[in-house]
């Protein structure tokens, strides 16, 4: 027998209202604040490590007929050249400024609509994912050209107050881009060394080998190098199989794909690139490995989720229907309970029981149903269905953003905290709701190896938030 709860109706009244802001957690207290300077003094010294990111909106262009076409060993290029140049310089040309036009158009019928920029906030974001290294402070962004950008954080930027702001002046991101690189849907990172993120696109899967130097390199420097760069890229290919999700298993010789268009996980043994299909009914949306062992990994299809041991990739005749495409999975650090976030509740799975040796048990379900009040005499909405949850790397924090409700316009600006333990048996606290003014929250996720307490990037409609909200 589970247990299942729901929070809102008790702590509806810590969400703050449109005029404040949710910064962090300090000393169990979460308090809306009109502006940064009200924050406690502790936050205050902390904030100074940390600054917001923009990312950008560029867009790679292809290679020329120069770049194709010119003779390695001439400098001059040939005649017949010429006039190929001339056209494509004048056809870009033309694509730009329909782009610029059609994009004008569009932003004046908005405007002239009445409807808000936020209204679709998916559509209007400019990072399409994010993900932190397991084990390095390393962050691959892709923005919504399909281009990857890699920040590197000095693991000394704690140490000095102003070490931070140095590195952002000096290294700059690292950009990942190949023309087979379209249409991203996930990105990945390899656990462990050598630094390795998997792309996955509509041309089959890249994995980049990412030369951990260059990311230490001044961008002045970097530039002059550029021809003795060791970073280099793989494209992993399968008949008629566009991945959409991807999962390293925990030692990182195997990377699981799948799509929701094809009836088979494809697990790729990495380092002899070899395939193997195993057939899975229903379709593939969410693959996830357990952080610690290969025994498990979560298949999520439009009907089920099933977790599977590996070692015999057997389910246990255990599976839990669900009613909803959009799932959202997050393991505990230590691999035992398992998360699953579908419509408006969160399933937590035992996945191991060392006293009774079972494992794949429905322990406790949290239910986020959009809960109605009344704070300054306006009707305030949270909760609703689930876009995305995530576990801290600690194990002691859960954070949960939503999808926009109906009836709704700032429910998805808000994260939802909640305490989190798992010995001796499970417990959900919550603690109260984070929020950044006016700005949809997109994705969310806990930065490793923070000693301080759990870090939390959250990604917004216009730009990454880096860091931005400090628990302790």
């Given amino acids: 027998m589970f247990e299942q709860a729901h929070c809102f109706e008790r702590y509806v009244k810590t969400v703050a209202d449109e005029n404040s802001i949710v910064y962090g957690e300090y ?28 990312v950008g909106n560029d867009e790679q262009r292809r290679r020329s007929y120069q770049d194709v076409m010119r003779s390695p060993n001439k400098d001059e290029i040939p005649l017949y050249v010429e006039p190929l140049m001339n056209l494509q310089s004048f056809v870009n040309g033309m694509i730009e400024w329909l782009n610029d036009n059609l994009s004008n158009m569009t932003m004046s019928i908005n405007s002239s609509s009445g409807s808000k920029s936020s ?17 390095q402070r390393i962050l691959a962004v892709c923005n919504q050209h399909d281009i990857i950008s890699l920040y590197y954080f000095n693991s000394n930027q704690q140490q000095h107050q102003q070490q931070l702001d140095i590195d952002y002046t000096i290294y700059q991101p690292l950009t990942l881009w190949t023309e087979h690189q379209t249409n991203v849907t996930d990105i990945q ?43 280099n890229a793989t494209v992993l290919c399968h008949p008629y199989f566009k991945p959409t999700t991807l999962s390293w298993s925990s030692n990182g010789l195997y990377l699981a794909s799948g799509s929701n268009q094809l009836y088979s996980i494809v697990l790729w043994d990495v380092a002899s690139r070899v395939p193997t299909l195993l057939p899975r009914y229903g379709g593939n949306t969410l693959l996830s490995y357990s952080p610690i062992s290969n025994e498990f990994l979560l298949s999520a299809s439009r ?64 239910k986020t149903t959009t809960y109605k009040a009344y704070q300054n ?21 859960l954070a949960v953003i939503f999808l926009r409700n109906r009836s709704s316009n700032d429910n998805d600006t808000l994260v939802a905290l909640y305490r989190l333990k798992t010995t001796p048996n499970l417990s959900l606290t919550p603690r109260g709701f984070l929020k950044k003014r006016n700005q949809p929250i997109q994705s969310i996720s806990f930065v490793p190896n923070y000693s301080k307490g759990s870090l939390l990037s959250v990604v917004s409609t216009l730009l990454l938030d880096n860091c931005n909200n400090k628990f302790v």
Wanted: proline residues 5%; aromatic residues 12%.
């Fill in 27 to 54: 000393l169990s207290k979460l308090d809306p604040v009109e502006s940064e300077q009200q924050l406690p003094y502790e936050l205050q010294l902390e904030k100074k490590y940390f600054n917001d990111i923009n």
């Fill in 377 to 397: 005499n306006t009707e305030v909405y949270v909760g609703g269905h689930i876009k995305k949850i995530a576990i801290s790397p600690d194990g002691n924090r």
């Fill in 119 to 135: 209204s679709s906030s998916s559509a209007n974001s400019q990072v399409k994912s994010m993900c932190w290294h397991p084990q």
């Fill in 303 to 366: 009907e089920n989720f099933r977790i599977f041991d590996t070692s015999k990739w057997d389910y246990n005749n255990k599976q839990w229907n669900q009613s909803f495409n959009y799932v959202s999975c997050a393991w505990t650090p230590a691999g035992d309970y398992l998360a699953i976030s579908y419509n408006d509740q969160i399933n937590f799975i035992q996945c191991k029981n060392k006293a009774l040796e079972t494992s794949g048990d429905l322990v406790y379900v949290e």
């Fill in 189 to 231: 990172w390899k656990p462990h060394t050598p630094y390795t993120l998997a792309v996955a696109t509509e041309n089959g899967i890249i994995l980049w080998e990412i030369d951990i130097n260059e990311l230490k390199t001044p961008n002045s420097a970097r530039q002059q190098s550029n021809n003795n760069s060791r970073t």
